[in-house]
């Protein structure tokens, strides 16, 4: 059946798939020659003088501290300076590009449930001092070309982020940005709408409320929450719930308290102004200039601590935890094992060793735990997952997720088991697909610098701003690559300690995750308790009284702001963006007649070819290939199929030159030869089983190569879709798999509404 599905989605006649292919129009123009691709391999460097762009003597740079400059991942440079007057802290990295990025970002620490961080980043939008209105900020971002504003808490820090087109604007909205995380009006008002009140029927809500109330029962923040609270002992900020815990929210939590709160944290001293595009520094300074004089003027602030400066409580001995969550069914359950790892302060880069560690464990299907875990005639789970805390003491953690609630006990046993042999020797560690996996994540940090610059970069600082002690320090956060290459040449020792040191040496934190309907029911039958003697407790007149509170809160809020504050803020011209080179060729070729004129000999080439074709021409050290092929001709019967077909396609055995080749060594030298490969029904990228994306009559697979693997990456294509070899033993592994991973999809909402509006909008 497989095979008739295959044929039916790749039959290669003109027409039926088409082939995109993103990449320097070098690579296509010579076809094979040997690419002219841009490797910035600068060599390493750091300044400890002023840098070139210092600006002369009558601007504002005096105000600044320069602290030092680097290059991230040898391309971007980044500048650090401290105003001497207010403490407030800028960095910039001057990412290419139309678009620039800001982001604010706090140390933030808690020690509490009370969700003060989260509160007081919800409460930041309501108004400032100068600009007292809700949602005037996303209004005159707007103005300043962004698509509105954003921010998020996490549990050792809170960022503000803005993206516009061009610098003019953002240079416009920083300083009412900035006035808005300074200075926020903070009111009793906002208070009750945005973070908690009882309606007139006696329910509670808020907007953090009803935020934390989709959360805080679910599978994974409940097994989460109990691992870090056994992982990180009292008096530890690490095991809050920055976001509030429900019952804080409606006992505890109080506009006084996240008034105080912001006092004790929102302070220039602790403000890092982290900017990624093309800006001049000293535009910076004078945006910055209002609000450092507004700043000064406010007197003096008291002295400041830097957070999360207290050494964490030692994890004494291992913790196993069973956690029950509330489910409509008993399935499948969630495993997560964790230890403490290296520090973020003192060993940047051993931390960056064990996330090369787990990932050689966990990488692809024949990877040590997923060979014996998921791609198994009776798996114990449909996937494993890793990751750390980069906390000042780190927790490393594996998740075992879509376990069968019957072996829900046997996860922990076969792990340490796993670990331990890897430990003794007794199973080996093929240090060629250790290395393999070390060029891989190499790569990946090239990719991800063109794919998500803003983001890979700012994400690096902020490491820096809540851990980094020295110059050094950010200078290693913002050159992983170079960790990387000395790891190429570490032996198998190194490895083998590390297994020891962390895994099998240190206590380790076990939380087995198991769905319960009970629970789900106790917590619906304690709510409608709750609710109901709370009705009581009020009466009709306490209710009234809540009702005219929330009205006059919500009629206070809702004041719109004046017309000629949000035109005070100009509209910027486009004359500033500095667009991304990029040019399109493809074929049929009647629709591009200057195509001939710019490329004479690319029409030759493309009309040659036999199927639909299109190159995308820009400036990347990669290639992208998909391949999109129409399924609108597979029976309907045969679709639901579909998912499963695109699961087995990368890791299936394949003809190649009359024998077969085990899948084994299909996804081996897959791993090998690519950055990124995925299979998607529909064409978006990292879509979730059972769902699909736009165009879902198409399905697509994609393969990412580095430029010297151009030709590779076409062989692989064409292997994929025609050489394709299906086992009963892969596809019956591929479905339990997938029958495993139904759980966890059937306790996510949106997933399950979004399913139920699709059966009613195209039922037969």
């Given at each position: 059946m497989f095979l008739r599905l295959l044929m039916q989605l790749a039959v290669a006649a003109t027409g039926v798939y088409e082939l995109v292919l993103r990449a320097p129009f070098s690579m296509w123009s010579a076809v094979m020659a040997a690419p002219h691709y841009n490797n910035n391999n600068n060599h390493h460097h750091h300044h400890h003088h002023q840098p070139n762009n210092q600006p002369n003597n009558a601007s504002l740079a005096h105000n600044y501290e320069f602290i030092c400059e680097f290059l991230a991942?040898?391309?971007?440079?980044?500048?650090?300076?401290?105003?001497?007057?207010?403490?407030?802290?800028?960095?910039?990295?001057?990412?290419?590009?139309?678009?620039?990025?800001?982001?604010?970002?706090?140390?933030?620490?808690?020690?509490?449930?009370?969700?003060?961080?989260h509160t007081l980043e919800h409460l930041v939008f309501l108004g400032s001092e100068d600009y007292p209105y809700k949602g005037v900020l996303d209004l005159l971002a707007n103005r300043c070309l962004a698509s509105g504003t954003n921010a998020w808490t996490d549990t050792d820090h809170t960022a503000y982020t803005i993206q516009t087109a061009g610098s003019e604007g953002f240079l416009n909205l920083l300083p009412i940005y900035l006035d808005h995380l300074l200075y926020p009006t903070l009111t009793d008002s906002g208070f009750i709408t945005e973070v908690y009140h009882i309606t007139g029927e006696g329910e509670d809500a808020g907007v953090v409320y009803s935020e934390m109330q989709a959360r805080e029962n679910s599978d994974s923040d409940r097994c989460y929450r109990a691992m870090l609270r056994a992982m990180y002992p009292e008096p530890s900020g690490y095991r809050s719930e920055t976001g509030g815990i429900l019952k804080n929210l409606r006992e505890s939590t109080t506009n006084e308290k996240i008034r105080n709160y912001h006092k004790a944290?929102?302070?220039?001293?602790?403000?890092?102004?982290?900017?990624?595009?093309?800006?001049?520094?000293?535009?910076?300074?004078?945006?910055?200039?209002?609000?450092?004089?507004?700043?000064?003027?406010?007197?003096?602030?008291?002295?400041?601590?830097?957070?999360?400066?207290?050494?964490?409580?030692?994890?004494?001995?291992?913790?196993?935890?069973?956690?029950?969550?509330?489910?409509?069914?008993?399935?499948?359950g969630l495993v997560i094992v964790a230890w403490r790892g290296p520090s973020s302060v003192y060993q940047i880069n051993e931390l960056l060793s064990m996330g090369v560690l787990m990932e050689y464990l966990t990488h692809?299907?024949?990877?040590?735990?997923?060979?014996?875990?998921?791609?198994?005639?009776?798996?114990?789970?449909?996937?494993?997952?890793?990751?750390?805390?980069?906390?000042?003491?780190?927790?490393?953690?594996?998740?075992f997720s879509g376990v069968p609630h019957q072996k829900i006990n046997d996860v922990k046993p076969l792990l340490m088991d796993t670990l331990k042999r890897l430990s003794t020797g007794k199973t080996d560690i093929n240090m060629q697909t250790m290395k393999d996996i070390i060029s891989n994540l190499m790569l990946r940090?090239?990719?991800?610098?063109?794919?998500?610059?803003?983001?890979?970069?700012?994400?690096?600082?902020?490491?820096?701003?809540?851990?980094?002690?020295?110059?050094?320090?950010?200078?290693?956060?913002?050159?992983?690559?170079?960790?990387?290459?000395?790891?190429?040449?570490?032996?198998?020792?190194?490895?083998?300690?590390?297994?020891?040191?962390?895994?099998?040496e240190g206590p380790s934190v076990v939380v087995r995750g198991v769905p319960s309907i009970a629970e789900a029911t106790r917590l619906e039958e304690e709510e409608k308790k709750r609710v109901e003697a709370r009705k009581l407790e009020l009466g009709e007149e306490g209710l009234k009284v809540w009702k005219e509170?929330?009205?006059?809160?919500?009629?206070?809020?809702?004041?719109?702001?004046?017309?000629e504050m949000l035109e005070s803020v100009p509209v910027p011209g486009v004359e500033s963006i500095n667009f991304h080179h990029l040019?399109?060729?493809?074929?049929?070729?009647?629709?591009?007649?200057s195509l001939k004129q710019a490329e004479p000999n690319l029409p030759t080439h493309l009309s040659q070819l036999p199927i639909k074709f299109q190159l995308d021409d820009l400036h990347s050290n990669f290639?992208?290939?998909?391949?999109?092929?129409?399924?609108?001709?597979?029976?309907?019967?045969?679709?639901?199929?579909?998912?499963?077909?695109?699961?087995?396609?990368?890791?299936?055995?394949?003809?190649?030159?009359?024998?077969?080749?085990?899948?084994?060594?299909?996804?081996?030298?897959?791993?090998?030869?690519?950055?990124?490969?995925?299979?998607?029904?529909?064409?978006?990228?990292?879509?979730?089983?059972?769902?699909?994306?736009?165009?879902?009559?198409?399905?697509?697979l994609i393969l990412k190569v580095e430029m010297p693997k151009y030709e590779r990456g076409v062989q692989w294509m064409h292997e994929i879709l025609f050489k394709s070899q299906f086992s009963a033993h892969r596809v019956k592994v591929k479905a339990t798999k997938l029958i495993n991973s139904i759980g966890e999809n059937k306790r996510n909402g949106p997933k399950v509404l979004q399913l139920m509006f699709h059966d009613v909008v195209f039922r037969n």
């Open positions: 991942n040898s391309e971007v440079p980044v500048v650090k300076y401290r105003s001497k007057r207010t403490g407030l802290h800028v960095v910039l990295a001057s990412v290419e590009g139309p678009l620039v990025s800001g982001y604010f970002t706090l140390a933030t620490e808690a020690h509490d449930d009370d969700g003060l961080p944290f929102y302070r220039p001293e602790n403000l890092h102004v982290i900017i990624t595009g093309q800006v001049e520094l000293e535009k910076v300074f004078a945006a910055l200039e209002p609000m450092e004089k507004k700043i000064l003027s406010k007197g003096n602030r008291g002295p400041f601590t830097r957070p999360w400066q207290s050494s964490v409580p030692p994890l004494v001995s291992s913790v196993d935890e069973l956690v029950q969550y509330p489910s409509d069914t008993e399935d499948t692809s299907s024949v990877s040590p735990l997923p060979s014996i875990f998921v791609e198994v005639d009776d798996p114990l789970s449909s996937s494993v997952q890793h990751s750390c805390y980069e906390n000042s003491d780190s927790a490393c953690y594996f998740e940090q090239d990719s991800r610098m063109e794919t998500s610059p803003h983001d890979t970069v700012a994400d690096h600082i902020i490491g820096d701003i809540l851990y980094g002690q020295t110059c050094q320090d950010m200078d290693t956060r913002l050159n992983k690559k170079r960790w990387l290459e000395h790891l190429l040449h570490e032996p198998y020792k190194y490895w083998i300690n590390l297994i020891h040191k962390y895994f099998i509170r929330i009205e006059k809160a919500k009629e206070t809020n809702e004041t719109p702001p004046p017309a040019r399109a060729y493809s074929n049929p070729l009647e629709n591009q007649p290639v992208e290939i998909i391949a999109v092929l129409d399924t609108s001709t597979v029976p309907a019967e045969l679709r639901p199929y579909l998912t499963l077909l695109l699961d087995l396609l990368f890791e299936s055995p394949i003809l190649r030159e009359g024998s077969i080749i085990p899948y084994e060594d299909i996804v081996r030298e897959l791993s090998a030869d690519t950055l990124f490969r995925d299979s998607t029904l529909g064409l978006s990228l990292n879509i979730r089983q059972f769902s699909c994306g736009s165009y879902c009559t198409n399905a697509a």
